[in-house]
């Protein structure tokens, strides 16, 4: 009997955040508190997970609950700040849940960049291109624009966006900015 597509799709997801999150079938499986032989069959057909199990997994590799089930925020439409030595997100657009970053980049390609701003440099002209951006400030302030908003990064800040919304780059200090800048390859 065919699997039904839905569940096939949970289990890929499942199987994919153990994947990101670094744990083999065994460690999730004992991490989770669960008969390592049901474990696996959770990754294999998707179907009879229950959905405190689901809750568990959410939880533990740090994605919102409504993913593993439907997938549905798989679409980045806005962006995530995230703090340097947090480990969480600080700011971002309520309603939309963002996969842990790990996860998000085992299936892109990323090509980064170095760039420097300096405080004299005039602010570029908004841009917008296909993929995801990812920015890392490594020394200085670092504006980042994404439409209307100003996010303000400090040393170690990082945030991760969709670049079909227009955005920029400026320095937001006295001394030059210098931020890693990964774009997915589309």
Do not use: W
Not at 48 to 54: A, E, G, M, Q, R
Not at 105 to 131: A, E
Not at 139 to 161: C, N, Q
Not at 173 to 181: H, I, K, S
């Amino acid at each position: 009997m065919p699997m039904n597509e839905e569940f096939k799709e949970i289990a890929e997801r499942i199987a994919g955040l153990r994947d990101a999150c670094g744990y083999t079938q065994e460690e999730f499986a004992k991490e989770l508190g669960i008969d390592l032989e049901v474990y696996k069959g959770y990754e294999q057909t998707g179907a009879d997970v229950p959905i405190s199990t689901i809750y568990q997994i959410s939880k533990l590799c740090k994605v919102d609950f409504s993913e593993i089930l439907t997938g549905e925020s798989a679409k980045l439409d806005t962006y995530q700040v995230v703090r340097k030595g947090k480990g969480q997100v600080i700011d971002r657009i309520p309603g939309y849940y963002f996969k842990d970053l790990a996860y998000r980049f085992t299936k892109k390609i990323m090509q980064p960049l170095l760039v420097t701003i300096d405080p004299s440099d005039k602010p570029v002209d908004l841009v917008t291109h296909k993929g995801e951006e990812f920015n890392l400030c490594l020394k200085g302030r670092l504006i980042v624009v994404i439409g209307t908003k100003d996010i303000v990064l400090e040393e170690g800040d990082s945030i991760y966006f969709n670049p079909g919304i227009p955005h920029g780059q400026r320095c937001g200090g006295d001394e030059p900015a210098t931020f890693l800048t990964m774009i997915t390859e589309v």
